[in-house]
């Protein structure tokens, strides 16, 4: 055998093994990140449903309803796609709630929250900042509590409007807007497919 036949079966047997234990680190890694996620997840939504100790996934994405009339999907409105809804219940598998992920774009970029319903009394039971690429100072004080704070015990049927029932932030109505805007039309998407049936 040549040297030269020699060299490149090395070189291609320690390509293909290179590749084979690259691939298995990138799918170790990203395992362990799903997890890591899904424990944060499970923090902040038993985090904003005060007495659950436990939930389960009602939706983890939603499709798009097609419009009835001549307007085509380009043309429409833009609607949030993907709803995860989650349903609170407490230590006797009652439920105490709903939270629900809203994804908004504001200033920077896109907010995406989590918020929480108490169903018994149809109000918000508080909301969490999940990420967001507002301006540093200004749009990001969303995330701050007094901003947040604001939303806790307001009833699900409020208008949700920056400067009528919600206090934006000075210098970012654009984030607050953002906010205020993405709750209430998930609130409404989400009561209506899982709020109380009549």
Do not use: C, W
Not at 40 to 47: F, G, T
Not at 110 to 125: C, F, N, S
Not at 146 to 156: D, L, N, T, V, Y
């Amino acid at each position: 055998m040549s040297n030269n036949l020699r060299m490149v079966i090395v070189l291609t047997v320690t390509a293909m093994l290179s590749g084979l234990v690259l691939s298995y680190a990138h799918d170790m890694a990203n395992t362990y990140i799903q997890r890591n996620e899904e424990a944060k997840l499970r923090l902040v939504i038993l985090d904003v449903l005060p007495g659950a100790e436990d939930y389960e996934v009602l939706a983890s994405k939603t499709q798009p309803e097609i419009p009835e009339d001549d307007v085509t999907l380009s043309e429409a409105p833009p609607t949030q796609q993907h709803i995860p809804v989650y349903r609170g219940l407490d230590k006797n598998g009652e439920e105490v709630g709903l939270a629900f992920i809203v994804e908004n774009p504001g200033y920077g970029g896109l907010i995406r929250l989590i918020a929480g319903i108490d169903t018994r009394k149809d109000t918000l039971t508080q909301i969490q900042i999940l990420e967001h690429k507002e301006t540093p100072g200004l749009g990001s004080k969303i995330a701050d509590a007094p901003f947040r704070e604001q939303f806790a015990g307001k009833s699900i049927t409020d208008p949700f409007v920056v400067g009528q029932d919600v206090d934006g932030i000075s210098g970012a109505t654009v984030s607050s807007k953002a906010v205020a805007d993405g709750l209430r039309t998930t609130i409404q998407e989400v009561m209506k497919r899982y709020g109380k049936r009549g």
